[in-house]
C-alpha cells in the first residue's frame, strides 16, 4: 500500500514538475475507489493540463553523481516512474504525429532516456563492485578473442549453452574436425579482404599527409618534434618540399 | 549489460524475474471500431503475451483478461533520389482485452486545441513586433554590427 502510494506520489511529480501541486487527499482518493479503477490507462496519457500547450518547460535528466547517492530500492522506483513517464512521452508523440500536431518539446523523450541509461551505469557498477568483493571477478558478460570459422580474429561474446562443447556433434564437426574453411569462395573472399584492408591504409596514409601538408601551410613556424610525434608515418621532409605546403608568401624551408 | 544477464531456464527452474525492464509501451488509437474493452497498444518486439499482461498487471495495475499480438510489417519505399529501397520499422500490436465491466475510450486530445492561424498570427505579430524592438533600440548607431552589445 505504501509503496503504491509513493509510486503515484513519484508519478505526479515527475508528469507535473511541480511539487506544490501534489496533495496527499488526491492519492488517498484514488485507493478509496470500491469500483474497479479504469483511469489506470489514462496514465500512458499526460495529464490532462497539459494536453493544449504548446511548449512544455521540464528540468534536466538525472546525473550519475546524483544517482549514485541514492539506495538501491529508491533507484528502482525511479526507474519504473521513468518507464511510465517514457510510455506517457511515447504516446503522446504517437497521437501527435497521427494528428498532425507538433509534439511539445520532443527532448523530454532524451532527457527520460539519458536518466534510465544513468540508472542502469549506476546498477551496473555496483553490481560490478559487489562481484569483484565476492568472487574476485567482474560479473560482467565474459568476451573472449577467438579465430572464426573463416580464420579472421573475433570478439566472441560468450553465453550460457544447454549442451556443452563436445557433445555438441552440430557445432563440433566444422570446428574441430574440418579446421578452417578453405574453399575457393573463402580464399576470394580473403584476397578482397586483404585489397579492402590495404585500401584503407592507404587513404589513411594519403589523408595524413594531405593534413600535415595542409598544417605547414597554415604553421610554417610549428613545432616540428610534436608534429613528428603526431603523425609519425608522414615523411616531413617530403611534405616540406611539396607544392601544397607552400603558402602564399616567401618560402620558409 | 550485467542487470539483463540471465541464466537460461532450464525446465523445473524458477521462472526468471526481470529487475530492471527495458520495455516501452504506448497506448494507441485502435485501427477501425473496437468493443469497449478493448485496448490496442504497441510495444517493443521482443515482449511476449505475458510479459504484456505482466507488464499492464504489475506496474499499471490493470487487470487483464487476454492478450493477442500482431506484428505489422513496415512499408517499403523506394528513395526518390537515388533509388534504393528503405523499410520502415516493424511494429508489434498488443490488442488487450479487459474485464466486461471496464470502459476504455480513447481520449480526444486535441478537442480543445486552439486554431492554428490563429496561434500562427499571434507569432508572427510578436516576432514583428520584436524586429521593431531591436530597430528601435539601434536607431542612433546604424554602422554597429548587431553583435556588438552587453
Redesign the interface.
Known amino acids: 500500500m505504501i509503496s503504491?502510494l509513493v509510486r503515484n506520489t513519484f508519478a505526479r511529480i515527475l508528469r507535473s514538475h511541480n511539487a506544490v501541486n501534489i496533495v496527499a487527499s488526491s492519492a488517498f482518493k484514488k485507493d478509496i475507489h470500491t469500483t474497479?479503477?479504469?483511469y489506470?490507462?489514462?496514465?500512458?496519457?499526460d495529464s490532462k493540463k497539459n494536453?493544449?500547450e504548446?511548449s512544455i518547460r521540464v528540468g534536466r535528466a538525472w546525473k550519475l553523481d546524483e544517482l549514485r547517492i541514492k539506495s538501491n530500492s529508491d533507484l528502482?522506483k525511479l526507474?519504473?516512474v521513468l518507464?511510465?513517464e517514457?510510455?506517457m512521452l511515447?504516446?503522446?508523440e504517437?497521437?501527435c504525429n497521427?494528428?498532425m500536431?507538433l509534439f511539445p518539446n520532443p527532448e523530454r523523450i532524451d532527457k527520460v532516456q539519458e536518466s534510465?541509461n544513468n540508472?542502469?551505469t549506476v546498477?551496473?557498477e555496483r553490481?560490478?563492485a559487489y562481484y569483484k568483493l565476492e568472487t574476485g571477478e567482474t560479473?560482467?558478460?565474459p568476451v573472449e578473442d577467438v579465430v572464426n570459422i573463416f580464420g579472421l580474429p573475433e570478439k566472441y561474446e560468450k553465453s550460457?549453452?544447454?549442451l556443452p562443447k563436445f557433445m555438441n556433434t552440430r557445432w563440433v564437426r566444422p570446428y574441430l574436425e574440418h579446421g578452417f574453411t578453405n574453399s575457393a569462395a573463402v580464399k576470394r573472399f580473403y584476397r578482397l579482404n586483404r585489397e579492402k584492408q590495404h585500401n584503407n591504409d592507404r587513404k589513411a596514409r594519403n589523408r595524413d599527409f594531405n593534413h600535415v601538408q595542409q598544417l605547414l601551410k597554415r604553421f610554417p613556424n610549428m613545432d616540428m618534434e610534436k608534429l613528428k610525434a603526431e603523425y609519425p608515418n608522414v615523411d616531413l621532409e617530403k611534405a616540406k618540399r611539396s607544392k601544397k605546403a607552400r603558402g602564399h608568401y616567401f618560402p620558409k624551408y | 549489460m550485467s542487470t539483463r544477464w540471465y541464466p537460461i531456464y532450464q525446465r523445473g527452474n524458477p521462472q526468471l524475474r526481470v529487475f530492471l525492464p527495458n520495455f516501452w509501451m504506448k497506448l494507441v488509437r485502435p485501427r477501425g471500431t473496437q468493443l469497449p474493452n478493448i485496448v490496442h497498444f504497441e510495444c517493443s518486439m521482443e515482449m511476449t503475451k505475458h510479459d504484456i499482461k505482466n507488464y499492464l498487471n504489475k506496474i499499471y495495475n490493470i487487470p487483464v483478461v487476454e492478450v493477442r499480438t500482431k506484428i505489422f510489417l513496415g512499408k517499403f519505399k523506394r528513395d526518390i533520389g537515388k533509388g534504393y529501397i528503405v523499410k520502415d520499422d516493424d511494429i508489434k500490436n498488443a490488442i488487450v482485452t479487459l474485464p466486461k465491466d471496464m470502459k476504455f475510450e480513447y481520449p480526444d486530445i486535441f478537442e480543445k486545441a486552439k486554431d492554428e492561424t490563429e496561434e500562427q498570427e499571434k507569432a508572427l505579430t510578436e516576432a514583428k513586433k520584436s524586429f521593431q524592438n531591436y530597430i528601435d533600440r539601434n536607431k542612433n548607431r546604424s554602422d554597429v554590427p548587431s553583435w556588438f552589445s552587453i
Open positions: 503504491y474497479i479503477p479504469s489506470e490507462l489514462m496514465e500512458f496519457f494536453w493544449t504548446t528502482h526507474w519504473y518507464l511510465k517514457r510510455n511515447y504516446t503522446m504517437h497521437e497521427d494528428k500536431k534510465m540508472i542502469e546498477v551496473r553490481n560490478v560479473g560482467e558478460r550460457e549453452h544447454y
